[in-house]
């Protein structure tokens, strides 16, 4: 935790706030902080700055606010990322939170287990979990937007040529040979499917909507490091 994010009901006053819970513990046991001390706090949806520890016990966490830091802009990416398995679901959410990610689709493939839906990892306040948890590594506090696209077809052919108009579309697939692009047209949509790729069908559908191929070489990644390696790629 870079960041103690403050969420809106934490605020007892505008420049105060009152924490328990995770982060609490977070503080005490981490930062092992002392009342005294400041910390980088941001508010969800808002700004940055420090945060002035008036108490500190095992109850509760008061803080004196100073709030006049904007976050760091998010990246003019839309992430189209196949459901991963939900051992793995957490980390690639929380990573593109933290790289920066300013829209996130959950798609559905063929290689997708219809289990994975069902997941409780699946559930919004999981997800939402996720999310916070990556803000909080890369000191943000603007939540990417985060979408469920449970149907491949509809979402393909009339949703994505929206998402792509004036932009750069890309599909990262192995095999392909494509090399990244040396200059992007933002806002970057990019696509990345299952380990081991898009089936052929799917692959001619993105194809279709306008998203070029990309190839990050002939290893078989991890999503998650998939994920890294090519935001750090194209951005």
């Given at each position: 935790m870079n960041l103690v994010l403050l969420l809106p009901e934490d605020l007892t006053a505008?420049?105060?706030a009152r924490l328990t819970g995770r982060r609490l513990a977070h503080v005490r046991e981490v930062h092992r902080a002392a009342v005294g001390d400041e910390l980088a706090v941001g508010l969800l949806g808002g700004k940055m700055g420090r945060g002035?520890?008036?108490?500190l016990d095992d109850e509760a966490l008061d803080l004196e606010l100073t709030l006049d830091q904007a976050p760091?802009?998010?990246?003019?990416?839309?992430?189209?990322i196949a459901v991963p398995r939900p051992k793995?679901?957490?980390?690639?959410?929380?990573?593109?939170?933290s790289l920066g990610v300013a829209r996130?689709?959950?798609?559905?493939?063929?290689?997708v287990e219809k289990a994975y839906w069902a997941s409780?990892?699946?559930?919004p306040e999981n997800l939402r979990e996720q999310l916070i948890l990556g803000l909080e590594q890369a000191k943000d506090t603007a939540l990417p937007d985060l979408r469920l696209a449970r149907l491949f077809r509809p979402f393909v052919e009339d949703e994505l040529p929206g998402l792509l108009a004036g932009g750069t579309g890309l599909m990262a697939h192995p095999g392909t040979g494509a090399a990244a692009p040396k200059v992007l047209a933002a806002p970057v949509t990019l696509a990345i499917g299952p380990e081991g790729g898009w089936v052929e069908a799917e692959v001619q559908s993105l194809l279709k909507a306008g998203l070029h191929p990309l190839d990050l070489g002939p290893r078989?990644?991890?999503t998650e490091t998939a994920l890294a390696a090519l935001v750090g790629k194209l951005f």
């Open positions: 505008p420049d105060r002035r520890v008036l108490r760091p802009p998010k990246l003019p990416l839309t992430l189209l793995v679901l957490n980390r690639v959410v929380a990573a593109a939170a996130i689709v959950l798609l559905n493939a063929w290689k409780p990892r699946m559930k078989i990644l991890r």
